[in-house]
C-alpha cells in the first residue's frame, strides 16, 4: 500500500509569464514554505510526480512558487488545479494539532462509551467538524477543546464530551 501523503496546497493560477505559480495553502503555518525543496505533484489518478522548489514568496496571503522545469506560462498552466503535497515525515505539525489523516477513523468515546466513528472532517466554517457516524445515523461535532478532551492516536480514540442536545 502507497504512503498517504498531505496536501499542502493547491495551485489555483498562473502568476506572469515566467512559469510562477499561485498557490491557495492548506496548511496553518505558511512560513513552512520557506524550507520547501522538494515536494510532490498529484496527478490524475492520484499518482504523485516529486519537484524541486525553486523559489518561495508570500502574495496577499498565498504563495507563489517556482518549479524547476516549469519556466514559462504554458507549462504553469497545465498544472493548474494539481494538489503540491509532502510525505507525512516532511510535514510540519504545530503541537496540539493533527492532520485529518489521523483523526478519520478514531473511536468517539463519552466517558468510556462508544458513541461511534469519525468518518469525515468538515472545513467548510471557522471551526472544523467532525462527522461522526453511529448507529442511528451521523452527527457533527465541533472539533473544540470544550467538547474534544483527548485524543489518543494510538488507541484509535477521541474521548468527547457531546454538547447537550446534539443527539436529540
Known sequence: MEQKKIRIGKIVNCHGIK???L???LTDDNRRFKKLKKALLELPSTRYEEVEVQSVREHKGNILLT???VDDRNKAERLKNLYLCVNPE???KPKG???????VGLDVYENDVCRGKVTAV???SSTDL?????????FYLPALKSVVKCIDLEKNRMD???PDGLLD
Do not use: K
Not at 494539532?97 to 483523526?103: G, T, V
Open 19 to 21: 512559469g510562477e505559480l
Open 23 to 25: 498557490l491557495l495553502p
Open 67 to 69: 518549479l524547476a522545469g
Open 90 to 92: 516532511d510535514a510540519v
Open 97 to 103: 494539532s493533527y492532520f485529518i489523516y489521523e483523526i
Open 122 to 124: 468538515l472545513q467548510n
Open 130 to 138: 467532525y462527522e461522526v457516524q453511529y448507529e442511528d445515523g451521523v
Open 160 to 162: 468527547v464530551e457531546i
